[in-house]
C-alpha cells in the first residue's frame, strides 16, 4: 500500500471534489498534529472578512477548512495563519485592507513562521496582484472568489513549493458541495443560492469579480439547510447577489419563490430571511408568498441607489422611480406591516440637486425601516468610472448629510408605530453584566430586554415599550 505521508506531488491527490480538498487537508491535520506536539502548544488561526454577507459566509467556509486541520480560532491578528477574505465594493475597502497587510507584515517580521493568506474579491483584480507582489512580498497565498474551495490544496503548495502561492481563476467552473465550514452563531446561517451577478449596474465591479449567476441546486440548498437546523439553527437568510435571478440556469428551471417555499418546508426552521432582490424582477408571486408564508420574515430589503429616473438610467438599474414606488405600495397592500429597506448610492456621475431631490422624495413616500447609504466611489474598469460629471466630494459629503437626517426621521416615525406591540424575536446576545438580552424582530430591528442566557437561540414574544429609534425597549411576554 501507497504511504500516504510520502505524497509530495499535487498531482498524487485525487482528481474529484471534494475527496481531493479533503486529501489535502488530512494530509496538512498530519503535519500539524507533529508540530502540535513537537512545539507542545496549540496553532492558531484568524479569518478576517471584509465586506458583505457572502464575503461573511465565505469565511465560514475557510474557517471550517482550517479548523478541520486542527487551527484553533483565536481574535488576535497574531496568530499562525491570518486569512484576510477582501471586498473591494468600494475604494475605501481596498485602502483600509493594504494599511491591515502592512501590520500583518510587522508582526510576521516578529514571528516568522506566520502564514498570511489573501482572497475574496479584490484579489480579482489584476493591479491588486500586482502591488501586492511588488510591496507585500511576505504573504504567503492569494486566491481570488472562484477557488476559495481550494484553500488547503494552496496551503499544501505553500508548505511544499519554493516562494509565494497564487491561484487567481477568471471564471468559476465549478460549485464545490461539502466542504467543512464553521458558523459564527449557533442559531442563525447564512446559505448560499447562487454565486455571482449578471448585472452590471454600471457603478459595480461585482460581476467583474464574481463573475456569472450560478445557482446551487435546490436538494443541496435544502441539505445544507436541514443539516444546519439539525445542529440548532432558527433562522436561515438565502444569499445571492440577485435572488429573483435564482435557479434560470438550472435544468429544469426552478423559481426562487418556488426555492424559498421549498426551505420553509424543512422541519424545526423557524425563519427565512433572504438577499438580496432586485428591484427590476421582484415578482408579485414572491411577495405573494412572503406574506403567506408564516417563516418568511416579512422584511423586504430593496436597493433603491436612486430616486431620479436619469441616474437610474445610467446606473442600468432598468426601473424607474414610479416603479419602484408602486412595488412599495404593492408589498405594503399585500403586508401591511412589512419593512422595508434599502441600500443608496450619493454623488453618482451627473447628479444634481434635483436628481437628489428625487432620491429623498423616494426615501419620504416609501417609508424606509433603515438604509445603508454610500457615497458613490469609482472603480475602476466599470462604465461609471468613465463617466463625465464626477460629483465633488464636499458636495457628496452634504448630500450624505441630509440624506442621514430624512432616513433618521422617517425610520424613527416606522419604527415608533411597532411601539406597544408585542412580537416574536429571536434571541441573538446576553449580556451577564447587565442581564440583558437582545432580541433581532422580523423586520431586523433590536429590543433589549430583561431575560437569561437560556433564552440564546430561541424565538420569544417581547413587548416594545419604548422606541429609540433603531432599537427599542422591550419586556418579555412569553414564559421560559
Ligand atoms: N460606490 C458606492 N456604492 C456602491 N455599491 C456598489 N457599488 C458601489 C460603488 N461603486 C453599493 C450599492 C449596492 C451595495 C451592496 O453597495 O448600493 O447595493
Ligand atoms: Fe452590483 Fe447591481 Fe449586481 Fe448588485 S445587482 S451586485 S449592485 S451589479
Known amino acids: 500500500m501507497k504511504d500516504e505521508r510520502k505524497l509530495q506531488s499535487t498531482e498524487d491527490f485525487p482528481i474529484e471534489e471534494p475527496a481531493r480538498q479533503y486529501a489535502f487537508m488530512d494530509r496538512l491535520k498530519a503535519s500539524l498534529s507533529v508540530r502540535k506536539l513537537a512545539e507542545n502548544r496549540e496553532f492558531t488561526m484568524h479569518v478576517e472578512t471584509f465586506g458583505c454577507q457572502m464575503n ?26 491570518v486569512v484576510y477574505n477582501t471586498c473591494t465594493v468600494r475604494e475605501n475597502a481596498n485602502t483600509r485592507v493594504y494599511g491591515r497587510i502592512g501590520n500583518l507584515g510587522r508582526l510576521k517580521k516578529k514571528h516568522p513562521g506566520m502564514k498570511i493568506v489573501l482572497c475574496g474579491c479584490m484579489m480579482q483584480e489584476e493591479h491588486v496582484i500586482e502591488k501586492i507582489k511588488k510591496s507585500y512580498r511576505f504573504v504567503d497565498v492569494i486566491f481570488g472568489t472562484h477557488n476559495i474551495y481550494m484553500l488547503a490544496e494552496l496551503l499544501y503548495r505553500s508548505e511544499t513549493e519554493a ?30 443560492i447562487m454565486y455571482g451577478c449578471n448585472n452590471f449596474c454600471s457603478y459595480c465591479i461585482v460581476p467583474y469579480v464574481r463573475g456569472r449567476e450560478r445557482s446551487r441546486r435546490p ?38 419563490t418556488e426555492l424559498i417555499h421549498e426551505v420553509s418546508l424543512v422541519k424545526g426552521l423557524e425563519r427565512i430571511r433572504f438577499m438580496t432582490p432586485h428591484p427590476k424582477d421582484l415578482s408579485e408571486a414572491l411577495i405573494e408568498e412572503i406574506a403567506a408564508n408564516p417563516k418568511i420574515c416579512k422584511h423586504v430589503h430593496l436597493p433603491l441607489q436612486s430616486g431620479s429616473d436619469r441616474l437610474l438610467k445610467r446606473m442600468n438599474r432598468h426601473y424607474t422611480k414610479a416603479q419602484y414606488l408602486s412595488l412599495v405600495d404593492k408589498i405594503k397592500e399585500v403586508m401591511p406591516g412589512a419593512a ?32 445603508f447609504t454610500f457615497i458613490y ?5 466599470t462604465p461609471a468610472a468613465e463617466m463625465d460629471g464626477q460629483v465633488p466630494e464636499e458636495v457628496s459629503a452634504d448630500r450624505m448629510k441630509r440624506l442621514l437626517a430624512c432616513i433618521g426621521e422617517v425610520a424613527s416615525e416606522q419604527a415608533e408605530r411597532l411601539t406597544g406591540s408585542t412580537v416574536k424575536v429571536l434571541c441573538e446576545e446576553y449580556k451577564p453584566e447587565t442581564g440583558c438580552v437582545t432580541g433581532r424582530l422580523d423586520n431586523n430591528l433590536l429590543v433589549h430586554f430583561d431575560g437569561c442566557e ?27
Open 163 to 192: 516562494g509565494r502561492v497564487i491561484d487567481i481563476q477568471s471564471e468559476a467552473t465549478r460549485i464545490v458541495e461539502d466542504l467543512p465550514s464553521v458558523q459564527k452563531y449557533d442559531f442563525k446561517a447564512g446559505v448560499n
Open 377 to 381: 466611489s469609482k472603480r475602476s474598469g
Open 56 to 81: 461573511a459566509k465565505d469565511s465560514e467556509k475557510l474557517a471550517g477548512i482550517l479548523s478541520y486541520i486542527g487551527y484553533v480560532q483565536t481574535d488576535s491578528e497574531d496568530a499562525d495563519i
Open 454 to 480: 437560556a433564552l440564546l437561540g430561541t424565538i420569544t414574544e417581547v413587548r416594545l415599550d419604548e422606541c429609540k429609534g433603531f432599537y427599542y425597549l422591550g419586556t418579555k411576554t412569553s414564559d421560559l
Open 219 to 256: 436538494v443541496d440548498i435544502i441539505r445544507e439547510t436541514e443539516a444546519l437546523v439539525a445542529n440548532g439553527v432558527k433562522e436561515v437568510m438565502l444569499l445571492g447577489q440577485n435572488v429573483n435571478s435564482y435557479g434560470k440556469t438550472l435544468e429544469p428551471a426552478v423559481s426562487f
Open 340 to 371: 422595508i429597506t434599502t441600500d443608496i448610492i450619493i454623488g453618482f456621475p451627473g447628479e444634481t440637486e434635483e436628481d437628489f431631490a428625487d432620491t429623498l422624495d423616494v426615501v419620504r413616500r416609501a417609508g424606509f425601516m433603515s438604509a
